[in-house]
């Protein structure tokens, strides 16, 4: 008696995954063994870094300002 199609599909699989090589059915976008992306591309992470630095040295001059004011007001 032969396997049905999608069985066969299974055992036979077009694609290998690129990390760990585990046959892949053409419905898969993730690896079923280690979970690396198998069609899908990630996307970068967002750079924050710069920003929250900027933000950081704004709000640090900011407070430096009202403190000098503060000081130059008590006399």
Not at 6 to 27: F, K, R
Not at 37 to 59: E, H, M, Y
């Amino acid at each position: 008696m032969p396997a049905p199609a999608s069985a066969q599909a299974e055992v036979s699989p077009q694609e290998v995954c690129p990390l760990c090589g585990a046959p892949l059915t053409p419905e898969q976008s993730w690896c079923l063994r280690c979970g690396a992306a198998a069609r899908t591309r990630l996307a970068a992470q967002p750079k924050w870094k710069a920003l929250v630095v900027a933000l950081l040295v704004v709000v640090v001059l900011s407070l430096g300002v009202l403190a000098a004011a503060l000081v130059k007001l008590a006399g």
